[in-house]
């Protein structure tokens, strides 16, 4: 037996009901006995195609549902769903805490090559408040937030006394330098700097993964302040043929799945994607391709962004050095997605937080690595990479700007706020999911990465 509270004017539509007691072992067969139990509420919770209506915030305990698989959300006897209703005009952009809605914000945490910087704003990012730089003059060659506890984490990549990773635990206000990753004692290799910091899944509480250079996978078990070798990985006989690519030899994007904490992927420049489905144990090469102008080698090439759907499992966008691929649920090749797009070559991706079919990239020049004419844009596709549209609205006509590796990202809204940085100085925001652009923010250092933390 599961319990679902209701909140506010919930309860007006279930006859008073604060609280329904009912038989169900997923979320969504909750919702269909709760919407059994009170008809008046079935239209309530979804709309005409059988959707849940958007201005509908569902928790199981205290966890976002959308943070355990949605409606396959797996129940207990025990268990407690919150069906609680959003506040007029805000859709999903509130949370709950301690049992009252507040409103998201949004914090850009902006790394350049002289510091790290944040943009704030309130729920309608519409104005933005600039703040920073720490740690200058070093460069930040990613920073990101972890919502599981409000962590931030920095790679500081300093020529000036060595790289280190720093982490925040009061929201940028103060930093705490955490032991460096550190290769086991007669190895080859010696730490160099850090290229990417990936918070753990909800059921890890406590695990962050960084990549480094040289090409190596970190894991702490202690939120950032000690690092281990990813040993499976090292010893993988193929790494013998990784080499450096223009910008070295890292390990930048690291894909959890966000059903299965123990299935994930890694990216590596250049030394292609490699699998693993238990935790990092053990780790296969995962480079078959559906469609595109050739056949890849066991070493896919220089991958160049790698992401895992938040919310969906299976579910990955891709871009390698010339091409852009797909991957479904339960497959197990990458589907060629580059026809479409005016250029094969870029860096920067995202991913819709809560549609799995929608991603957007800024395309570059293969050998220039800026934007061609008629300038740089935004390019969307709603289909899994079959179609793509491009979004140049507000953006400086003619503009051959560049965006990095880490230079896009996108917050958790309920109409997605998309972001990207240039190596001109400047940060563009969309508060439409990428439509149209602003200049949120200019001059300033080169940008090396943009990472959206939606806070409550």
């Given at each position: 037996?599961?319990r679902?509270?209701?909140?506010?004017?919930?309860?007006?539509?279930?006859?008073?009901a604060?609280?329904?007691p009912?038989?169900?072992?997923?979320l969504?067969?909750?919702?269909a006995a709760?919407?059994?139990?009170?008809?008046a509420?079935?239209e309530?919770?979804?709309?005409?195609?059988?959707?849940?209506?958007?201005?509908?915030?569902?928790?199981?305990?205290?966890?976002?549902a959308?943070?355990?698989?949605?409606?396959?959300?797996?129940?207990?006897?025990g268990?407690?769903?919150?069906?609680?209703?959003?506040l007029?005009?805000?859709?999903d952009?509130?949370r709950?805490?301690?049992?009252?809605?507040?409103?998201k914000?949004?914090t850009?945490l902006?790394?350049?090559?002289?510091?790290?910087?944040?943009?704030?704003?309130?729920?309608?990012?519409?104005?933005?408040?600039?703040?920073?730089?720490?740690?200058?003059?070093?460069p930040i060659?990613?920073?990101?937030?972890d919502?599981?506890?409000?962590?931030?984490?920095?790679a500081?990549?300093?020529?000036?006394?060595?790289s280190?990773i720093?982490y925040?635990?009061?929201?940028?206000?103060?930093?705490t330098?955490?032991?460096?990753?550190?290769?086991?004692?007669?190895?080859?290799?010696?730490?160099?700097?850090?290229?990417?910091?990936?918070?753990?899944?909800?059921?890890?509480?406590?695990?962050?993964?960084?990549?480094i250079?040289?090409a190596?996978?970190f894991?702490?078990?202690d939120?950032?302040?000690?690092?281990?070798?990813?040993?499976?990985?090292?010893?993988?006989?193929?790494r013998?043929?990784?080499?450096?690519g223009?910008?070295?030899?890292?390990?930048?994007s690291?894909a959890?799945?966000a059903?299965?904490?123990?299935?994930?992927?890694?990216g590596?420049?250049v030394?292609g994607?490699?699998?693993?489905?238990?935790?990092g144990?053990?780790?296969?090469?995962?480079?078959?391709?559906?469609?595109?102008?050739?056949?890849r080698?066991?070493?896919?090439?220089?991958?160049?962004?790698l992401l895992?759907?938040?919310?969906v499992?299976?579910?990955?966008?891709?871009?390698v050095?010339l091409?852009?691929?797909?991957?479904?649920p339960g497959?197990?090749?990458?589907?060629?997605?580059?026809?479409?797009?005016?250029?094969?070559f870029?860096?920067?991706?995202?991913?819709?937080?809560?549609?799995?079919?929608t991603?957007?990239?800024?395309p570059?020049?293969?050998?220039k690595?800026?934007?061609?004419?008629?300038?740089?844009a935004?390019?969307?596709?709603?289909d899994?990479?079959?179609t793509?549209?491009?979004n140049?609205?507000g953006l400086?006509?003619?503009?051959?700007?560049?965006?990095l590796?880490e230079?896009?990202?996108?917050?958790?809204?309920?109409e997605?706020?998309?972001y990207?940085?240039?190596?001109?100085?400047?940060?563009?925001?969309?508060?439409?999911e990428?439509k149209?652009?602003?200049?949120i923010a200019?001059?300033l250092p080169?940008?090396t990465?943009?990472h959206?933390?939606?806070?409550?």
């Open positions: 037996m599961i679902v509270l209701l909140h506010g004017a919930w309860r007006t539509f279930a006859g008073g604060r609280e329904v009912l038989e169900a072992r997923t969504g067969e909750a919702l709760l919407a059994r139990a009170h008809p509420l079935k309530r919770l979804r709309d005409e195609h059988g959707k849940l209506r958007p201005h509908l915030a569902l928790f199981v305990n205290e966890e976002d959308r943070l355990l698989g949605g409606e396959a959300a797996a129940l207990k006897d268990d407690i769903v919150h069906v609680i209703p959003a007029s005009g805000g859709g952009n509130q709950t805490k301690g049992g009252t809605q507040v409103a914000t949004v850009l902006v790394g350049t090559k002289k510091g790290l910087f944040q943009l704030k704003s309130d729920a309608d990012r519409k104005k933005w408040a600039l703040e920073g730089p720490y740690g200058s003059p070093a060659h990613h920073a990101s937030f919502p599981r506890d409000r962590s931030m984490y920095a500081i990549n300093s020529t000036w006394g060595g280190r720093e925040s635990r009061d929201l940028g206000k103060t930093w330098v955490g032991k460096n990753p550190a290769f086991p004692a007669g190895s080859d290799r010696t730490f160099f700097q850090t290229w990417h910091i990936e918070p753990g899944h909800a059921k890890t509480p406590n695990v962050v993964w960084a990549g250079e040289p190596a996978l894991k702490s078990e939120r950032g302040e000690t690092w281990s070798l990813n040993t499976a990985l090292d010893d993988q006989p193929s013998a043929k990784w080499v450096p223009f910008g070295g030899m890292g390990l930048h690291i959890i799945d059903a299965d904490p123990k299935f994930m992927q890694i590596i420049s030394g994607v490699y699998t693993s489905k238990d935790g144990a053990s780790w296969a090469q995962d480079n078959t391709q559906r469609g595109g102008p050739e056949d080698p066991d070493v896919f090439g220089c991958i160049h962004k895992a759907h938040p919310k499992g299976g579910v990955r966008f891709m871009r050095h091409e852009v691929y797909w991957r479904d497959e197990t090749v990458w589907t060629f997605r580059t026809p479409g797009l005016p250029t094969s870029g860096f920067a991706a995202a991913i819709h937080p809560h549609d799995p079919k991603a957007w990239c800024i570059l020049h293969d050998v690595r800026t934007a061609i004419d008629p300038g740089i935004v390019f969307k596709t709603t899994r990479g079959a793509w549209t491009r140049g609205a400086p006509k003619g503009a051959p700007l560049e965006s590796r230079g896009m990202d996108n917050d958790d809204f309920d997605v706020g998309v990207f940085g240039t190596a001109n100085g400047d940060v563009y925001a969309s508060r439409d990428g149209s652009w602003e200049r200019q001059y080169y940008v990465s943009v959206a933390a939606t806070i409550a």
